[in-house]
């Protein structure tokens, strides 16, 4: 009862919010009609069939969950900083605690919300991706388009990572400026410098620990499809793992969650608001 | 019933000692005033009590422990400046407090019109003036009925009118036998309104009671004539005069509360000073104060 009004009371401040709703109907646009693009991809690289794997079960999960790969990151890891820097900007984070919320209630009205945003775009993604699937695929069921289907939970850590980035970012920064560009910059191109220009220099390109920092755990839970192909080729001069496997990636994923959930909470204890 | 205890609490930002060891008791029923010149640490007291700043040492009970981490939904309170959601109105802004302070109203016109903005409640928060965005949060401190109310300069960067009101709503709030705290610079708003009142400067109490406690009984002279300087001369033989200063076109002094006023006059007749500005009052509680924190 106590998180169904917490998840109430979210509800009330942001329900008639611009930002958050343009973000949220952007997402919705984008999420099906972005796989689309895929019909104008009328010569498709050789290791492909033709552009119908785009759409088909099993393999339109994984390009539909890479294009929400994208739009969960940009769209929902930014109305997640939102959310929590708008709260600083517009001092109502020290009234709703001055209001009688404890810092505790404050901490989890944002981190359930967090959870329920993150079950609700699965929740687009598995439904848009049975619409595109039974549709393009000949003779498919829900059985089949659900037969041992991890996509879906694998959908739901990787949009859990990113919202979890965002959050410790908003949580650190406060100001929703700096926490945006932190954010987009860091996923972007702070971690992709700091894998393969500072650890990949000093480890070396083929340790495999290049690949577990959190955005690249987050990614490789629904990543780039082409990039499976691209491993089966043999080429001796490029001899290492593009991928974490989603067994590496979600182990990974987990980790990064809890300690970016942790480290906010213990963060937003201490300080003065 | 002791509403608030503060024990030694003390804050610093780097070298600048926000509050220093205060303690201060609050009984359940008082108007409590906290007095002190800006930057004396009022706000950052308030803001450790209501827990967005972290003391670095003392503690404070609210209640006596009765409602445990809780005690928040018992107190309304407006700390600097008033917080909403600048993109709903002021039914919809009151609804997050109510939710917030586990209520389950749905149904604000009551207050809205005690604050006299019933008829602009469907209007945007940040389409208010600065008086009504202070009288929607004064409202918002009567949700749940709190026990203590807690105001924070509620008139700073009002015009007059907006003043009157939240001044008229204040001494409302006040007759409804709430404890309330308020603290401002504004001497005599204080005055007017509490009966208790605590003096604070650079973070420290300088002196604490009741408004007529804290106010001596010497009684204030102001006395002018034609040559002011002749009138100090002859003022300063009058036996028990103290705090002798030269105002614009008289003199100011204090005289013990027993001294007949009347002597006064005829010995300063007696010495040849036909006076031209003749007043004897109380003291107010603004020269008690600048008396309290004068260096």
Request: overall charge negative.
């Given at each position: 009862m106590k998180y169904y009004n917490l998840l109430v009371t979210e509800w009330l401040k942001f329900r008639k919010n611009a930002v958050v709703s343009l973000l949220g109907i952007m997402f919705l646009v984008f999420m099906p009609t972005s796989i689309f693009i895929g019909k104008e991809f009328k010569n498709v690289p050789p290791q492909l069939p033709n552009n119908s794997i785009f759409f088909e079960f099993p393999s339109m999960w994984s390009y539909l969950g890479y294009v929400g790969n994208w739009l969960v990151f940009f769209f929902i890891g930014l109305m997640v900083i939102y959310m929590i820097t708008s709260e600083v900007g517009y001092k109502t984070m020290r009234q709703n605690i001055i209001s009688g919320y404890t810092r505790h209630d404050f901490y989890m009205s944002k981190m359930t919300s967090t959870i329920v945003l993150c079950l609700f775009v699965t929740f687009m993604y598995a439904v848009i991706g049975l619409g595109i699937g039974l549709w393009h695929?000949?003779?498919?069921d829900l059985a089949y388009a659900f037969d041992n289907n991890w996509a879906i939970p694998r959908f739901f850590l990787m949009s859990l990572g990113y919202c979890s980035i965002g959050f410790f970012i908003a949580f650190l920064l406060r100001r929703s400026g700096i926490a945006v560009m932190f954010y987009l910059s860091y996923v972007i191109l702070v971690e992709i410098i700091l894998r393969w220009g500072v650890h990949g220099k000093m480890m070396g390109f083929k340790n495999s620990s290049i690949n577990y920092y959190p955005a690249n755990s987050f990614e490789d839970l629904m990543p780039n499809p082409l990039f499976r192909y691209a491993e089966a080729i043999p080429m001796e001069d490029l001899d290492f793992d593009f991928l974490l496997t989603y067994g590496q990636a979600a182990i990974s994923s987990v980790i990064y969650i809890s300690i970016f959930f942790g480290l906010s909470y213990f963060m937003f204890l201490k300080r003065d608001i | 019933m002791i509403a608030l205890s503060i024990n030694n609490l003390s804050k610093s930002y780097g070298r600048i000692k926000a509050v220093q060891g205060l303690n201060l008791e609050i009984e359940k029923g008082t108007i409590y005033g906290l007095l002190g010149p800006n930057g004396s640490g009022k706000t950052t007291t308030l803001g450790m009590i209501l827990d967005i700043i972290k003391p670095d040492q003392g503690t404070y009970q609210w209640f006596e422990g009765k409602y445990g981490d809780y005690h928040r939904k018992k107190v309304g309170a407006i700390l600097e400046t008033p917080n909403f959601y600048p993109y709903l109105d002021a039914t919809e802004n009151l609804k997050i407090v109510d939710q917030i302070k586990g209520g389950k109203r749905n149904n604000f016109d009551d207050l809205l019109e005690l604050v006299n903005l019933l008829h602009r409640k469907k209007s945007k928060f940040r389409a208010y003036s600065l008086g009504m965005k202070q009288r929607l949060a004064i409202a918002a401190t009567l949700l749940g009925d709190p026990e203590v109310l807690i105001f924070d300069e509620p008139t700073n960067g009002l015009d007059p009118q907006g003043i009157a009101e939240v001044r008229n709503v204040m001494t409302e709030i006040a007759s409804m036998g709430k404890t309330v705290l308020l603290a401002s610079h504004i001497l005599h708003e204080v005055e007017k309104i509490c009966d208790h009142v605590a003096i604070i400067k650079n973070g420290k109490l300088l002196a604490t009671g009741l408004v007529g406690s804290i106010l001596s009984d010497d009684i204030t002279i102001e006395v002018g004539s034609h040559d002011l300087d002749q009138l100090a001369t002859v003022l300063s033989d009058f036996s028990n005069i103290e705090n002798l200063s030269r105002k614009n076109t008289w003199l100011e002094c204090t005289i013990p509360s027993d001294t007949n006023v009347e002597e006064l006059n005829k010995f300063l007749f007696s010495k040849g000073i036909v006076t031209n500005h003749f007043v004897s009052r109380k003291r107010k509680l603004e020269e008690e104060f600048l008396e309290i924190t004068k260096e």
């Open positions: 695929t000949e003779g498919a | -």
